[in-house]
């Protein structure tokens, strides 16, 4: 997914080390890390209006965004067992 004024197209990884990145696919580098997550990061997305992003993970949490702020916006906890997909 590409929006205007970010440096090139994206993606997104979750990891087993709880955080999520956010990679420039044209170079390969590493853009930036969010730090939050408990456990695993199994999902991860960006909302339709490119705000956003939305992780889920074995911490039994979702979690949303701000990834211009660098830093989670809000996290949901109503799930009883691992989160692992959006």
């Known amino acids: 997914t590409k929006k205007s004024g970010k440096p090139g197209p994206f993606l997104l990884s979750g990891s087993r080390d709880k955080t999520?990145?956010?990679?420039?696919?044209?170079?390969?580098?590493?853009?930036m890390t969010l730090v939050g997550?408990?456990?695993?990061?199994?999902?991860?997305?960006?909302?339709?209006?490119?705000?956003?992003i939305v992780s889920c993970a074995d911490d039994k949490t979702l979690r949303i965004w701000d990834y211009k702020n660098k830093r989670?916006?809000?996290?949901?906890?109503a799930h009883e067992h691992f989160v692992t997909s959006l």
Do not use: A, E, Y
């Open 20 to 31: 999520i990145k956010m990679w420039d696919v044209s170079t390969g580098m590493c853009l």
């Open 37 to 52: 997550h408990d456990n695993w990061v199994r999902g991860v997305l960006v909302h339709p209006g490119g705000k956003f």
């Open 72 to 77: 989670c916006m809000k996290t949901l906890s």
